[in-house]
């Protein structure tokens, strides 16, 4: 348990953590994947290249210093990174691999002037600590999914039963047992893990499940990135019948129980988890207005607009409206850039809704931007992102 000088000393570091953390974070990253490469699966390489992963965490190792007296306020962020965690099957014993390279990271950077042998044994007990919320509470959610009605605990083999094409870069994958028992019912918004064994190595990522939950299979819909090396496996290797291994779905941004008017704001693939969402809302004969905005960069890569407007024509309750960076065949609303007169038009003029948004960085810090200034309550905008949730301010 931390001291009362524990808990000072961490507070202490707080402005070397505002200044320096993302430098902290990056030599920790290299250490860690360098010296251990039995965590390697877990880790994005892209997102080691753009910065992400390391922004990620030197902004959770100072929000957790900032709030070192009260962790409660904490809770959004942990219960994201735990969901995140519990995806990709992080396990106890990964957290002292972490806790190493974290501890050698703050001495080698700092210096020994600083990361003193009392400052190192501080964040050695505030590590611990941390390391015994998070794993409580991944355990929780192992525990949750494996007693759920058709659940299981770690990987579980599924065959590819459809492989559909949806655009010139997004493909979706229908993925049942292979046992052909039952599975859990989703909660829309949530992801799968998946794990490969390539030439490569082993390789872990999460993918949104882009369907409604059904109890029989799973969707994902995946574009295909240009360095990606798990979305080309599954583009140009992947096929109908193809066995892949499948960790239980996790992830707490999700569809909130409510009656408000439903707003929807993507960009790209990111539509994927607000289909979900979207298709058990109209299951549910939900008759709740819901205003549906899509932003692509053009028809050819959008995978979503045909379902969404045979959608809308079956549901006089759904609005859906299309922003394509190029629209050469004239198939969205508007050419160009959601913006706030567009968005003040297409929603309702009372703002009293529940709004859910997700797409790239960029897309996301606007749409964050244009909700609030056009008045939708705080509490009432949804979204999941990589990375902190103060780059979007």
């Not at 070192?68 to 990964?94: C, F, G, M, W, Y």
């Not at 002292?96 to 003193?116: M, N, P, Q, S, Y």
């Not at 709004?355 to 790239?360: I, M």
Request: proline residues 4%; contains cysteine.
């Amino acid at each position: 348990m931390l001291t009362d000088t524990q808990r000072a000393i961490i507070k202490q570091t707080v402005p070397l953590l505002e200044t320096g953390g993302e430098t902290l974070a990056k030599h920790f990253y290299n250490i860690m994947l360098n010296e251990y490469t039995d965590v390697r699966p877990l880790f994005n390489k892209t997102n080691q290249v753009t910065g992400d992963q390391p922004r990620a965490l030197a902004n959770s190792v100072l929000m957790y210093a900032k709030h070192i007296d009260d962790i409660d306020a904490l809770n959004e962020l942990v219960s994201r990174v735990t969901n995140k965690h519990a995806a990709l099957q992080v396990l106890p014993e990964h957290y002292d691999i972490v806790g190493t390279c974290l501890l050698r990271a703050i001495r080698e950077v700092l210096g020994a002037e600083i990361a003193t042998d009392e400052v190192i044994a501080a964040w050695h007990a505030a590590y611990n600590q941390l390391a015994d919320i998070l794993k409580s509470i991944e355990e929780n959610l192992y525990q949750s999914q494996e007693d759920a009605e058709g659940g299981w605990r770690g990987e579980r083999l599924f065959k590819v039963i459809k492989k559909v094409p949806e655009s010139t870069e997004i493909t979706s994958f229908y993925l049942a047992p292979k046992d052909g028992k039952a599975i859990i019912k989703h909660k829309p918004g949530q992801y799968l893990g998946l794990r490969f064994i390539l030439l490569e190595g082993e390789q872990r990522r999460n993918y949104s499940i882009s369907d409604a939950p059904n109890g029989k299979y799973y969707r994902i819909s995946v574009k295909r990135e240009h360095n990606g090396v798990i979305s080309n496996h599954l583009h140009n290797s992947v096929q109908v019948d193809d066995i892949v291994r499948v960790f239980p779905p996790f992830g707490d941004f999700t569809l909130q129980e409510s009656n408000k008017p439903l707003v929807f704001i993507s960009g790209g693939v990111g539509a994927t988890p607000l289909l979900a969402m979207l298709q058990t809302v109209l299951q549910d004969n939900n008759q709740r207005p819901i205003y549906f905005i899509h932003a692509a960069r053009n028809a050819e890569v959008d995978g979503f607009s045909h379902w969404l407007k045979e959608q809308q024509k079956q549901h006089q309750n759904l609005h859906c409206y299309f922003c394509y960076d190029e629209d050469a065949q004239h198939m969205a609303d508007i050419e160009g850039r959601i913006n706030k007169e567009l968005l003040s038009q297409w929603i309702p003029q009372n703002r009293d809704v529940d709004a859910y948004f997700l797409g790239p960085k960029a897309f996301m810090i606007e749409i964050n931007k244009l909700l609030k200034e056009i008045g939708i309550p705080k509490q009432q905008t949804h979204f999941e992102f990589f990375g902190p949730a103060s780059e979007l301010a």
